[in-house]
């Protein structure tokens, strides 16, 4: 048998030859490191000249031709990467796609009080100031009226200078499915620059206040079952409309610079404009002033980090128009604040936002949700996108995107947080109550370790995830930390127990090793020649002839039992004599005692399993629906099965209960509860759609392993299972018949009962009918219960418990006679009062469980006895 030292050299030398092999045979395509310092200053120059377009253009400098242009209608195009007219971009829908930002936004207006258009919201029609947050919902796809594809494109003449990837293939981010969903993380910090237009007048114009934003955008297309993929879009936000208007950039498309040329109106554009020319005027200075140049773009839309200069890919251009809906002024009414009837709706709305970003403690009774309506376009790739929701598609069917501020969120998240600090509290208390319980080699040996390591698995993962959610935000640091140290403390505790039942089931490991090793032969090993040795000596000191006969050995001495089972004896000094090798005989590998793995050896399995389930996690967030479903379901029965080994255990080992049903049941409730949290509650942290039908499988999976544990406690872990799937295991609760007399098989207390045997303890205990009056009538139901019995064909025989000195009944089956409960639950019940060991004594069931719990001795005789 290899060593595992050897093994685990030779795994480690694969895996760096691998490794190697892999850094060599990686193409290396890229241009050299010398060359980004030029691209730094190339892409530096063409931002400088797209911002100074900016800065010099007016409302109207951008006005492509149209799908429904007349002949007479002179087209105007901007000179910005994407908004040429030599570019080829499917322009002509930009018009209806401006009618429709116009109309999302008159139908999230229309028919409430206050009467003004919808870019001069009443005062009761105000959405909220500050849009941080996030959101979440379903999209449909609309066709453009020119279908656009990548081989279209001439990308070397649109960004010249640029090493764009060759072939003819489909662009990234391209949707191609009929509808989909759409997680959007809106962001706007105190840091967030904001533009007021100056004015005399008390009315000021609606779109003068304007603020920059930034949204993570992640698509999923159900339809057609791709993978998703998140992007990044920068913009600006009208906070008094509700307005928000973003788009992506990137070398072939000058989104944020040519942004306020997108926007509703003239109004927007101008106070869009006086903005991005400041913000980003200041962000250009920075990168100008660098000492070492800078090749990130600070705009991209790639969110894994700033895009490689190196590495460019081409993707589909987003333009996205996301429209807030007014708060209901009923719902933040509610909250009861002291000046809402003197100073109005407005007031009670900033004063509510201030009191969510700088909580001073003032009560809220309900902060209403974040929701908006959402259109995107496509330009390049040529296609709609937009939320589904009313008017269009009924309240059933979907409510646009809906979710909450980044203030509650955070609440959310960090209440989430403490209970499941609060859950891994109650396991830790569960499993120190059951470590006192399980404290002997006799009921450690019980446990399953594979049920064990799999709770230790999964409190090390969430260990991993919450340390790194602790160092990763301030804003859940605290709640994070309470959540770090639970789940060391329980995954230490665990550990420490998994140890210990490692140690202790050891033997049992070799023993198993040592008959696979022997079973894995066929036959067995040939003997290895012995060495030429001289005959033995005669008694005069002169060797014995060639011709004479071998000496014969010496016999094993036979030592006379306490019981007198001289067969039994005789048959243990055998095999003890049968184990130990002839002299010169050598000894083979087959004989060797095999290698066992230390607990230490197999923590780098826990550790390396447990990242490979984390990386695969996070990599599951980005493959299709139905596969990502499947992964998290599947994931989650295994983790539920966390019972199934112990079933098994107790099957091959023939034992009834190793754990508690206090920490059996606790423990099922406390690990069950988080799922509970994400299938069964729509407004989750992470947005996972409920899934009632799957949840109601996990939890009836759970509960019938449940009923099954509790069917091996009360009828006996091998009820109802064929003999031949389980070993051989010792009977502590066998059917007692009077034929087994002479055979041995009827325990030594009652052999007297039946025949004289020398050795007895003490004869049958007769029952005497001599009753009181008080006790006349149970009495007789207790003899007519006798005799039904002895018509049936059993006798009950009294002995007496060496443990306890009470008197135990025993059912004793007639000779000749069937067993009248026929081997049913009746006869299991009736037997679990009474356990008889393999050396023929009998005790309560209760007595002899207790005593084993710390001896694995028979309390009589002190001979071993097989565990429970």
């Not at 395509?29 to 100074?52: D, E, K």
């Not at 010792?730 to 207390?749: C, K, M, S, T």
């Amino acid at each position: 048998m290899p060593q595992p030292a050897q093994s685990q050299d030779s795994g480690r030398l694969v895996l760096v030859i691998l490794l190697l092999f892999w850094l060599m045979a990686t193409p290396d395509n890229g241009p050299v490191m010398i060359s980004g310092p030029s691209f730094a200053s190339s892409r530096l120059q063409r931002q400088r000249q797209a911002h100074g377009v900016l800065n010099s253009t007016k409302w109207g400098d951008f006005a492509p031709r149209l799908v429904d242009d007349g002949q007479g209608n002179v087209p105007r195009y901007l000179n910005l990467t994407g908004f040429r007219q030599d570019d080829g971009y499917g322009w002509e829908d930009f018009g209806k796609f401006r009618d429709r930002c116009r109309e999302w936004s008159s139908n999230v207006f229309s028919g409430r009080s206050g009467g003004d258009d919808w870019n001069r919201p009443g005062p009761s029609q105000l959405p909220w100031r500050n849009a941080t947050g996030r959101v979440h919902g379903e999209w449909v796809r609309r066709p453009g009226t020119t279908v656009k594809t990548a081989a279209e494109y001439n990308l070397t003449a649109i960004a010249p200078g640029i090493s764009w990837p060759g072939g003819r293939g489909e662009w990234g981010r391209n949707i191609t499915g009929a509808h989909g969903k759409i997680q959007m993380e809106l962001e706007e910090y105190d840091g967030t620059a904001e533009y007021v237009e100056e004015s005399e007048s008390k009315d000021a114009r609606s779109a003068a206040v304007v603020r920059e934003t930034s949204a993570s955008v992640t698509m999923q297309d159900v339809a057609s079952g791709t993978m998703s993929w998140t992007m990044r879009l920068h913009g600006v936000h009208w906070p008094r409309q509700g307005a928000i208007l973003l788009a992506t950039t990137s070398e072939k498309f000058a989104g944020i610079f040519a942004l306020p040329h997108l926007a509703p109106g003239p109004e927007f554009f101008q106070s869009s404009q006086k903005l991005l020319n400041v913000t980003l005027d200041e962000v250009l200075r920075r990168k100008e002033n660098v000492r070492f140049a800078d090749p990130s773009n600070p705009w991209s839309s790639i969110v894994e980090g700033p895009d490689d200069p190196w590495a460019l890919a081409s993707h589909c251009e987003y333009i996205m128009y996301v429209q807030l809906y007014p708060l209901d002024a009923s719902d933040t009414l509610s909250n009861n604040y002291h000046n809402h009837a003197k100073d109005g709706f407005t007031s009670l709305l900033d004063e509510m936002e201030k009191e969510l970003r700088f909580p001073t403690g003032a009560p809220i009774k309900k902060v209403p949700n974040l929701k908006m309506s959402m259109a995107a376009w496509s330009p390049d790739c040529g296609y709609f996108l937009e939320s589904k929701g009313p008017p269009l598609y009924p309240a059933t069917d979907g409510h646009h995107l809906v979710g909450m501020k980044e203030e509650v969120f955070l609440y959310e998240f960090k209440m989430w947080i403490l209970a499941l600090a609060v859950i891994y509290m109650g396991k830790i208390w569960l499993l120190k109550t059951q470590m006192k319980e399980t404290c002997t080699p006799s009921t450690v040996g019980r446990v399953s370790f594979y049920t064990a390591s799999l709770m230790l698995l999964a409190d090390g993962i969430v260990f991993t995830v919450a340390a790194a959610l602790s160092l990763a935000t301030i804003n859940t640091f605290l709640a994070g930390l309470l959540l770090t140290f639970s789940t060391f403390m329980s995954m230490t505790i665990g550990g420490a127990f998994l140890s210990d039942v490692y140690k202790i089931q050891e033997p049992e490991r070799r023993n198993r090793e040592r008959n696979r090793g022997q079973n894995g032969n066929g036959s067995p090993p040939a003997a290895t020649t012995p060495a030429a040795t001289p005959a033995p000596a005669q008694g005069d000191g002169l060797p014995r002839p060639v011709t004479a006969p071998s000496a014969r050995p010496p016999s094993p001495p036979i030592i006379i039992p306490s019981d007198q089972d001289i067969d039994a004896e005789i048959a243990e000094v055998t095999a003890a004599a049968a184990a130990v090798p002839a002299p010169g005989v050598a000894v083979t590998a087959a004989a060797r005692e095999p290698q066992v793995r230390t607990f230490a050896s197999l923590t780098g399995r826990f550790v390396f399993l447990g990242i490979v389930i984390i990386f695969l996690s996070i990599a599951a967030t980005s493959w299709p629906s139905p596969i990502r479903n499947f992964y998290v379901n599947a994931l989650a029965f295994i983790y539920l099965s966390l019972w199934v080994p112990q079933i098994w255990r107790n099957i091959q080992r023939n034992s009834r209960r190793a754990f508690a049903w206090r920490f059996m049941i606790g423990q099922s409730v406390l690990r069950l509860a988080p799922f509970a949290y994400f299938y069964l509650l729509e407004d989750n942290i992470i947005f996972a759609e409920p899934d009632w039908t799957t949840f109601t499988i996990l939890i009836g999976w759970l509960w019938v392993q449940l009923w099954i544990l509790a069917f091996q406690d009360v009828l006996g872990p091998r009820f109802g299972i064929p003999s031949s799937w389980a070993p051989e295991a010792w009977d502590y609760h066998p059917i007692l018949r009077e034929d087994n007399v002479e055979a041995g098989g009827l325990p030594i207390g009652l052999v007297g009962a039946f025949e004289s045997a020398p050795g007895s303890p003490e004869p049958q205990r007769s029952k005497s009918w001599s009753l009181t009056a008080s006790e006349a009538g149970e009495g007789i139901q207790e003899r007519e219960r006798d005799k039904e019995r002895e018509k049936k064909g059993t006798h009950i025989k009294s002995i007496d418990c060496a443990i306890c000195r009470e008197v135990l009944e025993v059912p004793v089956v007639k000779a000749g006679a069937a067993d009248p409960t026929g081997g049913g639950v009746a006869g299991v019940l009736a037997r679990r009062a009474y356990m008889v060991t393999p050396c023929r004594h009998v005790f309560h069931t209760k007595c002899l469980e207790g005593w084993l719990r710390f001896r694995l001795q028979c309390p009589i005789c002190r001979e071993e006895l097989p565990p429970l």
